[in-house]
Protein backbone atom coordinates (compact mmCIF):
# COMPACT_ATOMS: atom_id res chain seq x y z
CA UNK A 1 0.00 0.00 0.00
CA UNK A 2 2.54 2.23 0.74
CA UNK A 3 4.09 2.25 -3.07
CA UNK A 4 1.58 4.44 -4.26
CA UNK A 5 1.85 8.33 -3.55
CA UNK A 6 -0.92 10.97 -4.14
CA UNK A 7 -0.35 14.44 -4.32
CA UNK A 8 -1.39 16.99 -3.35
CA UNK A 9 -3.51 15.76 -0.61
CA UNK A 10 -5.64 18.80 -0.64
CA UNK A 11 -6.63 20.80 -3.45
CA UNK A 12 -8.67 23.73 -4.31
CA UNK A 13 -10.09 24.51 -7.99
CA UNK A 14 -11.44 27.77 -8.67
CA UNK A 15 -14.03 28.06 -11.64
CA UNK A 16 -12.62 27.26 -15.13
CA UNK A 17 -9.59 25.81 -13.97
CA UNK A 18 -7.34 22.82 -14.78
CA UNK A 19 -5.94 20.87 -11.79
CA UNK A 20 -3.76 17.54 -12.16
CA UNK A 21 -3.54 14.95 -9.71
CA UNK A 22 -0.43 13.19 -9.04
CA UNK A 23 -0.23 9.56 -8.61
CA UNK A 24 3.01 7.44 -8.47
CA UNK A 25 3.71 3.62 -7.88
CA UNK A 26 6.95 1.93 -7.09
CA UNK A 27 5.38 -2.00 -7.17
CA UNK A 28 5.87 -2.39 -10.93
CA UNK A 29 2.20 -2.82 -11.36
CA UNK A 30 1.18 -2.65 -14.42
CA UNK A 31 -2.25 -1.48 -14.17
CA UNK A 32 -3.35 2.15 -12.69
CA UNK A 33 -6.66 3.27 -12.13
CA UNK A 34 -8.37 6.72 -10.93
CA UNK A 35 -11.65 6.61 -9.33
CA UNK A 36 -14.22 9.37 -7.54
CA UNK A 37 -15.89 8.98 -4.30
CA UNK A 38 -18.56 11.71 -3.11
CA UNK A 39 -19.65 11.22 0.41
CA UNK A 40 -21.27 8.69 1.71
CA UNK A 41 -20.95 6.70 -1.93
CA UNK A 42 -19.10 4.40 -3.26
CA UNK A 43 -16.21 4.60 -5.69
CA UNK A 44 -16.80 5.08 -9.34
CA UNK A 45 -14.03 4.18 -12.01
CA UNK A 46 -12.98 7.50 -13.81
CA UNK A 47 -9.80 6.27 -16.31
CA UNK A 48 -7.97 3.18 -16.34
CA UNK A 49 -4.45 2.16 -17.93
CA UNK A 50 -3.52 -1.54 -18.27
CA UNK A 51 -0.11 -0.69 -19.82
CA UNK A 52 1.89 2.43 -20.66
CA UNK A 53 0.44 4.70 -23.17
CA UNK A 54 -2.63 3.03 -23.40
CA UNK A 55 -6.14 3.91 -21.56
CA UNK A 56 -9.28 3.25 -21.13
CA UNK A 57 -12.39 5.27 -20.08
CA UNK A 58 -14.44 4.59 -16.85
CA UNK A 59 -18.27 4.89 -16.02
CA UNK A 60 -17.77 8.31 -15.66
CA UNK A 61 -14.74 10.01 -17.48
CA UNK A 62 -16.42 13.43 -19.17
CA UNK A 63 -14.80 16.32 -17.73
CA UNK A 64 -11.66 14.39 -16.98
CA UNK A 65 -8.33 13.53 -18.78
CA UNK A 66 -5.27 11.27 -18.23
CA UNK A 67 -1.91 9.90 -19.40
CA UNK A 68 0.07 7.41 -18.83
CA UNK A 69 3.43 7.81 -20.50
CA UNK A 70 5.86 6.14 -17.87
CA UNK A 71 4.73 2.88 -16.22
CA UNK A 72 5.03 4.21 -12.80
CA UNK A 73 3.05 7.34 -12.85
CA UNK A 74 -0.45 7.93 -14.04
CA UNK A 75 -1.70 11.76 -13.59
CA UNK A 76 -5.11 12.44 -13.48
CA UNK A 77 -6.80 16.14 -15.22
CA UNK A 78 -9.66 17.96 -13.52
CA UNK A 79 -11.02 19.60 -16.38
CA UNK A 80 -12.98 22.80 -16.42
CA UNK A 81 -15.82 20.42 -18.21
CA UNK A 82 -16.05 18.41 -15.39
CA UNK A 83 -18.98 20.79 -13.49
CA UNK A 84 -19.24 19.37 -10.17
CA UNK A 85 -15.79 18.32 -9.35
CA UNK A 86 -15.47 18.33 -5.68
CA UNK A 87 -15.02 14.61 -4.17
CA UNK A 88 -12.61 12.10 -2.97
CA UNK A 89 -10.14 11.26 -5.90
CA UNK A 90 -8.54 7.55 -5.35
CA UNK A 91 -5.72 6.38 -7.58
CA UNK A 92 -4.74 2.35 -7.02
CA UNK A 93 -2.94 0.22 -9.07
CA UNK A 94 -2.89 -3.84 -9.88
CA UNK A 95 -0.57 -6.58 -11.35
CA UNK A 96 -2.72 -8.51 -14.00
CA UNK A 97 -5.00 -10.34 -14.21
CA UNK A 98 -6.77 -9.45 -11.18
CA UNK A 99 -7.00 -12.73 -8.73
CA UNK A 100 -6.57 -13.37 -5.08
CA UNK A 101 -3.39 -12.17 -4.28
CA UNK A 102 -2.97 -10.31 -6.94
CA UNK A 103 -5.23 -7.08 -6.02
CA UNK A 104 -6.08 -3.57 -6.32
CA UNK A 105 -4.29 -1.58 -3.82
CA UNK A 106 -5.10 2.50 -2.90
CA UNK A 107 -2.64 5.65 -2.56
CA UNK A 108 -4.23 7.63 0.14
CA UNK A 109 -6.09 9.78 -1.79
CA UNK A 110 -6.88 13.33 -2.79
CA UNK A 111 -9.32 15.70 -1.36
CA UNK A 112 -10.69 18.35 -4.30
CA UNK A 113 -13.20 21.26 -3.33
CA UNK A 114 -14.16 23.85 -5.55
CA UNK A 115 -13.88 27.46 -4.76
CA UNK B 1 -23.44 -4.88 -17.88
CA UNK B 2 -21.51 -4.40 -14.84
CA UNK B 3 -23.81 -3.97 -11.56
CA UNK B 4 -23.09 -4.71 -7.90
CA UNK B 5 -25.89 -3.67 -5.37
CA UNK B 6 -24.69 -4.00 -1.81
CA UNK B 7 -27.18 -4.25 1.35
CA UNK B 8 -27.83 -3.37 3.96
CA UNK B 9 -26.54 0.29 3.17
CA UNK B 10 -26.34 1.04 6.89
CA UNK B 11 -25.46 -1.83 9.53
CA UNK B 12 -25.61 -0.70 13.63
CA UNK B 13 -24.83 -4.27 15.94
CA UNK B 14 -23.65 -4.81 19.49
CA UNK B 15 -19.81 -5.44 20.58
CA UNK B 16 -19.23 -9.24 20.02
CA UNK B 17 -22.34 -10.18 17.30
CA UNK B 18 -22.10 -11.05 14.18
CA UNK B 19 -22.45 -8.44 11.01
CA UNK B 20 -23.64 -10.15 7.63
CA UNK B 21 -23.32 -7.94 4.18
CA UNK B 22 -24.57 -8.58 0.96
CA UNK B 23 -24.35 -7.82 -2.53
CA UNK B 24 -25.04 -9.27 -5.83
CA UNK B 25 -24.21 -9.40 -9.13
CA UNK B 26 -25.29 -9.14 -12.67
CA UNK B 27 -22.45 -10.70 -14.96
CA UNK B 28 -21.89 -14.52 -14.90
CA UNK B 29 -18.75 -14.18 -16.09
CA UNK B 30 -17.71 -12.45 -13.04
CA UNK B 31 -14.56 -14.37 -11.30
CA UNK B 32 -13.13 -12.47 -8.68
CA UNK B 33 -14.80 -11.04 -5.58
CA UNK B 34 -13.00 -8.67 -3.06
CA UNK B 35 -14.28 -6.84 0.06
CA UNK B 36 -12.29 -3.96 1.48
CA UNK B 37 -12.59 -1.76 4.61
CA UNK B 38 -13.04 2.08 4.01
CA UNK B 39 -12.00 4.00 7.71
CA UNK B 40 -13.13 7.63 7.96
CA UNK B 41 -10.92 9.90 5.44
CA UNK B 42 -8.56 6.68 4.25
CA UNK B 43 -7.97 4.61 1.46
CA UNK B 44 -10.36 1.49 1.05
CA UNK B 45 -8.01 -1.54 2.17
CA UNK B 46 -8.26 -5.36 1.26
CA UNK B 47 -9.26 -7.69 3.75
CA UNK B 48 -10.78 -10.69 2.47
CA UNK B 49 -11.25 -11.85 -1.64
CA UNK B 50 -12.65 -15.01 -2.90
CA UNK B 51 -12.30 -16.68 -6.54
CA UNK B 52 -15.01 -17.85 -8.34
CA UNK B 53 -13.92 -21.45 -8.35
CA UNK B 54 -14.26 -21.54 -4.23
CA UNK B 55 -17.28 -21.34 -2.08
CA UNK B 56 -16.44 -19.73 1.09
CA UNK B 57 -13.09 -18.04 2.12
CA UNK B 58 -12.27 -17.51 5.90
CA UNK B 59 -9.50 -15.30 7.39
CA UNK B 60 -9.89 -15.18 11.71
CA UNK B 61 -13.31 -13.53 12.54
CA UNK B 62 -14.23 -12.12 8.79
CA UNK B 63 -15.62 -14.92 6.11
CA UNK B 64 -16.58 -14.90 2.79
CA UNK B 65 -19.43 -16.76 1.07
CA UNK B 66 -19.94 -17.07 -2.64
CA UNK B 67 -23.03 -18.50 -4.50
CA UNK B 68 -22.22 -18.32 -8.03
CA UNK B 69 -25.92 -19.73 -9.22
CA UNK B 70 -27.75 -16.63 -7.11
CA UNK B 71 -25.46 -14.41 -8.18
CA UNK B 72 -24.30 -13.59 -4.59
CA UNK B 73 -21.74 -13.33 -2.31
CA UNK B 74 -21.15 -12.30 1.40
CA UNK B 75 -19.42 -11.13 3.97
CA UNK B 76 -19.69 -12.28 7.64
CA UNK B 77 -18.02 -11.01 11.00
CA UNK B 78 -18.10 -11.93 14.14
CA UNK B 79 -17.47 -11.45 17.49
CA UNK B 80 -17.53 -7.91 16.02
CA UNK B 81 -14.94 -5.07 17.87
CA UNK B 82 -15.35 -1.00 18.01
CA UNK B 83 -12.30 -1.14 15.54
CA UNK B 84 -14.45 -3.06 12.96
CA UNK B 85 -16.42 -0.04 12.66
CA UNK B 86 -16.00 1.29 9.27
CA UNK B 87 -17.55 1.11 5.51
CA UNK B 88 -17.21 -1.90 3.62
CA UNK B 89 -17.35 -2.16 0.18
CA UNK B 90 -17.94 -5.16 -2.07
CA UNK B 91 -16.63 -5.34 -5.88
CA UNK B 92 -16.28 -7.59 -8.44
CA UNK B 93 -13.65 -8.16 -11.99
CA UNK B 94 -16.45 -9.52 -15.03
CA UNK B 95 -14.04 -11.43 -16.37
CA UNK B 96 -14.80 -9.47 -19.94
CA UNK B 97 -14.29 -6.34 -18.21
CA UNK B 98 -10.35 -6.20 -18.86
CA UNK B 99 -8.96 -6.27 -15.00
CA UNK B 100 -10.91 -3.36 -13.69
CA UNK B 101 -13.07 -3.36 -10.36
CA UNK B 102 -16.81 -2.62 -9.89
CA UNK B 103 -17.43 -1.08 -7.07
CA UNK B 104 -20.76 -1.59 -4.90
CA UNK B 105 -22.55 1.04 -2.70
CA UNK B 106 -20.95 0.54 0.29
CA UNK B 107 -22.38 -0.23 3.84
CA UNK B 108 -21.56 1.68 7.01
CA UNK B 109 -21.10 -0.07 9.81
CA UNK B 110 -21.27 0.65 13.74
CA UNK B 111 -20.54 -1.47 16.54
CA UNK B 112 -21.94 0.11 19.33
CA UNK B 113 -19.41 -0.87 22.76
Not at chain 1, 45 to 70: C, H, M, P, T
Not at chain 2, 15 to 29: F, M, R, W
Request: hydrophobic share 30%; net charge neutral; proline share 5%.
Amino acid sequence: DGGITQSPKYLFRKEGQNVTLSCEQNLNHDAMYWYRQDPGQGLRLIYYSQIVNDFQKGDIAEGYSVSREKKESFPLTVTSAQKNPTAFYLCASSMRPLRSGNTIYFGEGSWLTVV
Amino acid sequence: GENVEQHPSTLSVQEGDSAVIKCTYSDSASNYFPWYKQELGKRPQLIIDIRSNVGEKKDQRIAVTLNKTAKHFSLHITETQPEDSAVYFCAEDPEAAGNKLTFGGGTRVLVKP
